[in-house]
Every structure is written in structure tokens, then in C-alpha cells.
């Protein structure tokens, strides 16, 4: 059974950082894409940023320059890291697995 937990969220300061944590129990976990994606209050779910299994990345207009995805195959982690942080950057955060499990879902919250 695939699991994935997240852990990094939090309150930060407009202009702050954080780091988002994904840790996935997955056979094979270096051949799936791995995704970030978060879902704001009254609004849909959508995608943060993506990174394939040979590592090439993608990301929302809204947090290019700003975010950045990685992973460690050896660790079974995907990464998030967040700067500049904007209180639109407020929602819950998932993990996901390319085509499969989700994670619980961490808060961010951006406020002064």
C-alpha cells in the first residue's frame, strides 16, 4: 500500500520561507513523477510543481522563480521549497504520485 506524509507546513510572514517534505513508500519510487499541489479555500486543487522521474521539472506561472521541487531517490523524498511567500500561496499542500496515491495534505499559511 502506497503512503505518502507530508510535514513542513506552517504560518510563515508574507516574503518568508518554507520547506514542504514528501516521504512516499513506493516500490521503485525513482521511475514516478512526483507532484505538489495545493487547494485554497472554495477553490479547486491544483498543480504546484512536478518533477518526472528523470528529473525534469515544471511549475504554475504563479511560483516560477519561487518554489522549487526536488527529489532524493536514495530517501524517497520530494521536496518543496518555497520563498517569497505570498498570502495567495495560502492552502493546503498534497503530495502525489503520478497516477496514483495522495498524501493527508499539509497547511500553509501566509499572513502578517
Known amino acids: 500500500q502506497v503512503q505518502l506524509v507530508e510535514s513542513g507546513g506552517g504560518l510563515v510572514q508574507p516574503g518568508g520561507s518554507l520547506r514542504l517534505s514528501c516521504e512516499a513508500s513506493?516500490?521503485?519510487?525513482?521511475?514516478?513523477?512526483m507532484g505538489w499541489y495545493r487547494q485554497a479555500p472554495g477553490k479547486q486543487r491544483e498543480l504546484v510543481a512536478f518533477?518526472?522521474?528523470?528529473?525534469?521539472?515544471n511549475y504554475a506561472d504563479s511560483v516560477k522563480g519561487r518554489f522549487a521541487i526536488s527529489r532524493d531517490n536514495a530517501k524517497k523524498t520530494v521536496t518543496l521549497e518555497m520563498n517569497n511567500l505570498k498570502p495567495e500561496d495560502t492552502a493546503v499542500y498534497y503530495c502525489?504520485?503520478?497516477?496514483?496515491?495522495w498524501g493527508q495534505g499539509t497547511q500553509v499559511n501566509v499572513s502578517s
Open positions: 518533477i518526472q522521474a528523470g528529473g525534469s521539472t
Open positions: 513506493i516500490n521503485m519510487f525513482r521511475m514516478y513523477g
Open positions: 502525489h504520485v503520478a497516477g496514483g496515491a
